[in-house]
């Protein structure tokens, strides 16, 4: 899991789809693949929103692996109701991580398949390449298009 595979997977799709150029927008980990998909690429994106995130690397202040330890840990039982599940794992989560956005944040994650709850991402790829992830790959190239970063005002992503 790199943001040079992600990219490769947008420049692989987007024209398969008939979406070039596109207006493209990402935050956080989907930010900073637009962002490399249009210095790699920039014939392929018309316009770049990034949300929350720079081309920078991200500064570890959240406990990315203990959030994915975490978010591994959790114990729902099948055939529960959406928001018992949701209930559910954010109790299970409030032990260990004390912010509710943030877990707010992490339960957008959880879905149902087949009966069951399960974590959308993929938690195993995204703990053994976290360096990866927080990273952002040093580049030579820019992009000429038009760009606008949308952040908050208490953002931890953007400085």
Same mark, same amino acid.
């Given at each position: ?39 790699? =690429?920039?014939? /392929?994106?018309?316009? !770049? $929103?990034?949300? +929350?995130?720079?081309? *920078? ?45 943030? =877990?707010?944040? /992490?339960?957008?994650? !959880? $879905?149902?398949? +087949?009966?069951?709850? *399960? ?41």
């Amino acid at each position: 899991m790199s943001y040079e595979v992600m990219s490769q997977d947008l420049q692989d799709l987007l024209p398969r789809l008939g979406l070039v150029p596109c207006v493209l927008i990402g935050h956080s980990m989907g930010g900073k693949t637009a962002m490399l998909l249009a210095l790699q =690429r920039p014939e /392929l994106v018309e316009r !770049l $929103v990034a949300v +929350d995130i720079s081309p *920078v690397e991200t500064t570890p202040s959240l406990d990315f692996p203990a959030y994915m330890a975490a978010m591994k840990a959790i114990d729902i039982p099948d055939e529960v109701s959406r928001s018992c599940a949701r209930k559910l794992a954010d109790k299970q989560l409030s032990s260990l991580i004390q912010d509710p956005a943030v =877990r707010q944040f /992490l339960l957008t994650n !959880l $879905v149902e398949a +087949d009966g069951r709850f *399960v974590w959308r991402v993929n938690l195993d790829a995204l703990a053994q390449h976290v360096d990866k992830i927080l990273a952002f790959p040093p580049r030579q190239e820019f992009y000429p298009g038009p760009t606008l970063f949308l952040l908050g005002g208490n953002s931890e992503f953007v400085q």
